[in-house]
Every structure is written in structure tokens, then in C-alpha cells.
């Protein structure tokens, strides 16, 4: 059973960036499909980036060209470097894995998840 611990998070001034972290077990890194979502109060979780393999990602129209998806499977760690942060980028930001391959956009795509971890950017 893949578990998943996210690090990262905190409060930014807008215009900041912060680095997020997920490290995962009980799985071949290499193997995991691994993504990133968010979700701000009231609204729903929603898809922020993927990374399918060391070359293969995609982002949320939101985020492309501030956020970086990366993964060191050495390290079996994930990260989403954020930069040029919103406040609109507040939200509890959650890392996924998936063994299968679907269009990893969706929630249901993922059968791991981990606990969350908050980003605040002040506007």
C-alpha cells in the first residue's frame, strides 16, 4: 500500500514561491503515476499537475508557467516548485500516486493520497 507524506507548505506574500514535497513507500517510485491537487475553502479539490514519468507531465491552465512538477525516484520524492504565487494559489495542496495510467486529471484516477499540507499567499 503506497503511503504518501507531503512537506512544504506555509504563508507567502503574493509574487513568492514555496517548494512542495512528497515522498512516498510501499511502492516502486519509478512505477507511480504521481500528481498534485488543491482545494480552497468551499470549493472543490481540483487538479494542479502530473508527473506520468521523469519527462511526461501536464499542469492545470492555471498554473502552467509558475508551477514545475519534478520527481527524483532516487529520493522517491515529488515536487511542485511554485513560483509567482496568487493568493488565489491558497489552498491545501494534496499529492496523489496511481499505478494505472488514465488521464490523471481526475480525482478518481488516483488510489493514493496523501494528508495535505496548507499554502497561504497574502495578498
Known amino acids: 500500500q503506497v503511503q504518501l507524506v507531503e512537506s512544504g507548505g506555509g504563508l507567502v506574500q503574493a509574487g513568492g514561491s514555496l517548494r512542495l514535497s512528497c515522498t512516498a513507500s510501499?511502492?516502486?517510485?519509478?512505477?507511480?503515476?504521481m500528481g498534485w491537487f488543491r482545494q480552497a475553502p468551499g470549493k472543490e479539490r481540483e487538479f494542479v499537475a502530473v508527473?506520468?514519468?521523469?519527462?511526461?507531465?501536464t499542469y492545470a491552465d492555471s498554473v502552467k508557467g509558475r508551477f514545475t512538477i519534478s520527481r527524483d525516484n532516487a529520493k522517491n520524492t515529488i515536487y511542485l516548485q511554485m513560483n509567482s504565487l496568487k493568493p488565489e494559489d491558497t489552498a491545501v495542496y494534496y499529492c496523489?500516486?496511481?499505478?494505472?495510467?488514465?488521464?490523471?486529471?481526475?480525482?478518481?484516477?488516483?488510489?493514493?493520497w496523501g494528508q495535505g499540507t496548507q499554502v497561504t499567499v497574502s495578498s
Open positions: 496523489a500516486s496511481s499505478t494505472t495510467w488514465a488521464t490523471m486529471t481526475r480525482q478518481s484516477d488516483y488510489n493514493a
Open positions: 510501499g511502492h516502486t517510485f519509478s512505477n507511480l503515476i
Open positions: 508527473s506520468r514519468s521523469l519527462l511526461s507531465r
